[in-house]
């Protein structure tokens, strides 16, 4: 997720508070059951929480089959302490973005990096329509339609994504618990199937780009718990229509944490809470990063016995790491995934992505 264009510095100081373990402050909300999701406006910005992401990740595809993962971010982070400032230099919220591109075919995969204030309209989000931005990285909608823009040096993206279901809510009551206590929650929904038309740049070379997108939109201002240490993510797009979201975070002993859950989404677009119980997640293999020493596991099985459904996840290739010392300050893995399996004894196949955090380091980042 580099560039050579310089923007304003934002001290370190402030990036850890913000980033990396002070409690939420009273000014922020913490999501509580009853909240009731209204699109098109949960799109936009929530300024009343902590902490806001939107995601996109996807597989692209060339008119020549060349074949890409793709990772878009742009992440929210109000701060309490400059919200009673007058001034317009306050940086009452800043703005975070990483892009990432994993290329297969030379099992390289690319990351840039942005931070951004609010102040003077350099980056923003607005509340009252979804538009998110730093400088001319952006992500926005016309509709039901959403625009992604973002470049670096050597790479870019240019893309159009329709969505081909309604909006996936996660949890229940309109919150997805990470945790006991109250508040230990976020407020979490996806575009789980988003048909891509755009273009890809690389080194200089343009070509017009296809394929499928999955898009996480989650806002929240409580932290991870002390013997939280991470979670790994999986997202699941299958060729017969069916999508598949699951996380588990991690306690320090390696258990889940009981309140680690999933959603199973039909065709239809009808969706289905997984509880821990419902659902298994066997690592098949370890990967070692060679630059920061983090062990992850590479490759998983993933069971779903109340729908007959069993999954092989293989990344497109290892390396899919990022450093994201120039922005968030955390070490993940993020990647492209190719999916085998059977449900009710059929042969199935698709795609998806993988997340896992907490593997270089315990992760102390906002949920």
């Known amino acids: 997720m580099s560039r050579r264009r310089r923007w304003p510095a934002l001290p370190l100081a402030l990036l850890l508070l913000a980033l990396c373990g002070a409690a939420a402050p009273p000014p922020f909300q913490k999501a509580l059951p009853g909240y009731r999701f209204q699109f098109p406006r949960d799109h936009a910005a929530h300024d009343a929480f902590r902490t806001e992401w939107w995601y996109y990740t996807g597989h692209l595809r060339t008119a020549r089959g060349e074949v890409f993962g793709f990772q ?4 929210r982070v109000g701060i309490a302490e400059a919200r009673e ?6 940086a009452r919220n800043l703005y975070l ?3 990432a591109l994993s290329d297969p075919a030379r099992r390289r995969h690319r990351l840039a990096e942005r931070v951004g204030r609010e102040a003077l309209g350099q980056a923003g989000a607005l509340s009252d329509r979804y538009r998110v931005w730093i400088g001319e990285w952006e992500a926005a909608a016309e509709g039901e339609t959403h625009r992604v823009r973002a470049a670096a040096e050597d790479f870019g993206l240019d893309l159009t994504l329709t969505p081909e279901k309604p909006p996936v809510i996660h949890g229940k009551d309109g919150i997805s618990r990470k945790g006991a206590g109250e508040g ?3 407020h979490y929904y996806s575009l789980t199937r988003l048909r891509v038309a755009g273009t890809l740049t690389l080194e200089g070379r343009r070509a017009p780009v296809t394929g499928l997108a999955w ?10 718990a002390p013997e939280q240490v991470g979670w790994d993510w999986f997202s699941v797009q299958l060729e017969d229509g069916t999508d598949l979201m699951l996380y588990l975070i991690r306690h320090r002993d390696g258990r889940p944490d ?6 199973l989404v039909a065709a239809d677009g009808m969706a289905r809470a997984l509880a821990l119980a419902e659902f298994a997640v066997e690592p098949l293999g370890r990967w070692k990063s060679p630059r920061s ?6 490759g998983w099985r993933i069971r779903v016995p109340g729908s007959d459904l069993t999954l092989t996840l293989a990344p497109l290739f290892p390396d899919q790491e990022l450093d994201t010392a120039k922005s968030t300050q955390v070490i993940y893995w993020e990647g492209a995934v190719r999916v085998t399996g059977e449900r009710s004894g059929q042969a199935i196949k698709g795609q998806g992505y993988v997340e896992m955090t907490g593997y270089a380091a315990p992760f102390r980042k906002k949920i």
């Open 72 to 75: 878009v971010t742009f992440f």
């Open 85 to 90: 400032s007058p001034s317009r230099w306050a």
């Open 97 to 99: 973005a990483h892009l």
């Open 184 to 186: 230990h929650a976020s």
């Open 215 to 224: 898009m996480d939109h989650e806002f929240g201002s409580t932290e991870l």
């Open 258 to 263: 009981p309140f680690s859950s999933g959603t």
């Open 293 to 298: 020493g983090g062990i992850y596991p590479m």
